[in-house]
């Protein structure tokens, strides 16, 4: 079990600009939780001890989490924040994370599924360039079981949750 430490920033437009930060001791096959308010990370060998992680300083819930491998198996990446972070609509992103490499997850993911009426939109790029995910509401999707399926294997660089 390692500590990442992932810095996280608030904008005065209320998005939680998410910015992960290296850290020697993470292993890349660990199963991560990412409080997307504080920046904190925590690494755990498993999905289930992951899932048991419920930090006690402050309520967060479940955003989204990302999967190494189709059918949301394989190495994990649960994105958490405040219970109300996802509001309905998709014109006013919660949350944003400029970059995924810092914390290997750069060109990754290849299912993801969501929690708390969020929806998560992909980026090939850096900072939210390049191609990103189309369809669901205004490319804002509630799943992917298989992003290969929509041409995003491995191809996912940065995020927002809305
Ligand atoms: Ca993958």
Known sequence: MGKARWTGLTAAVGIALAILTPDATAAPGDHCVADVGTG?????????????????????VELARLYDLPGYRGPSLRLDGDAAQCTPSTADPEVAVPNLALSHWDNRASSFKVAAQCRVKLWDGDRYAGQSTEGGRDGYLDHSEN???????????SLKIS
């Open 40 to 60: 904190a990370v925590a690494c755990f060998a498993t999905e289930a001890a992951a899932d048991a992680y419920h930090p006690a300083a402050k309520p967060r």
């Open 147 to 157: 992003l290969a399926i929509i041409g995003f294997d491995n191809r996912a660089t």
